[in-house]
């Protein structure tokens, strides 16, 4: 199966910074089938991002993604306060659909 | 609005079964892949299992392969996932999610979620 390292496990800003995320893969992402989504405390995961840089409906145009193959980053360009959470990435290119193990974007 | 709403989670014990359910509203249940996805206290998301529109197709993860089995009746708009032979490792929020496509598919990803069901599995 296709394994996810995310990195780094935890992000320390401050609200208005720029928040990189990475997503590297053990094997090339099929079809870049890249999906990322939020998760905040007590509440389900929310997609943001599928097909590696496409914004699902209703998501702020400050999320973007980026990259193909077996490296994928998630931006958030200006952090709001309600974009401290967890994020999460996951392919559905290959079987079994795999998630990474998550970054926490945490207020310094 | 499309809704996805879990029931069924309880305290059960080691060894024993537990089915849960979720139910679709705001769309056309048969339409949609449905995924049980799994997230063990303080952990990550771990997806455990699926079931085709017609419900003819069928992905279990390793980890609960012959003790766990989806269903679906589309007429109830409503998946089904019995657990039996639970052990302690199984407790997790478990949530159910849609995809409008199938693995290596453009909309291949999980769209909408339900809020989960807290599943314990202790003596």
């Known amino acids: 199966e296709i394994v996810l390292t995310q990195s780094p496990g935890t992000l320390s800003l401050s609200p208005g910074e720029r928040a990189t995320l990475s997503c590297r893969a053990s094997?090339?992402?099929?079809?870049?089938?890249l999906a990322w989504y939020q998760q905040k405390p007590g509440q389900a995961p929310r997609l943001l991002i599928y097909?590696?840089?496409s914004r699902a409906t209703g998501i702020p145009d400050r999320f973007s993604g980026s990259g193909s193959g077996t490296d994928f980053t998630l931006t958030i360009s200006r952090l709001e306060p309600e974009d401290f959470a967890v994020y999460y990435c996951?392919?559905?290119?290959?079987?079994?659909?795999?998630f990474g193990q998550g970054t926490k974007v945490e207020i310094k | 609005e499309v809704q996805l709403v879990e029931s069924g989670g309880d305290l059960v014990q080691p060894g024993g079964s537990l089915r849960l359910s979720c139910a679709g509203s705001?769309?056309?249940?048969?339409?949609?892949?449905i995924h049980w996805v799994r997230q063990a206290p303080g952990k990550g998301l771990e997806y455990v299992s699926g079931?085709?529109?017609?419900?003819?197709?069928?992905y279990y993860a390793d980890s609960v392969k012959g003790r766990f089995t989806i269903s679906r009746d589309n007429s109830k708009n409503t998946v089904y996932f019995q657990m039996g032979s639970l052990r302690a490792e199984d407790m997790a929020v478990y949530f159910c999610?849609?995809?409008?496509?199938?693995?290596?598919?453009?909309?291949?990803?999980?769209?909408?979620w339900g809020q989960g069901t807290q599943v314990t599995v202790s003596s």
């Open positions: 079931i085709s529109g017609s419900g003819t197709g069928t």
């Open positions: 996951q392919q559905y290119g290959t079987s079994p659909r795999t």
């Open positions: 094997q090339s992402v099929s079809s870049s089938y």
């Open positions: 999610a849609t995809s409008q496509g199938a693995i290596g598919t453009t909309r291949g990803y999980f769209d909408y």
């Open positions: 705001g769309f056309t249940l048969s339409s949609f892949l």
């Open positions: 097909g590696a840089s």
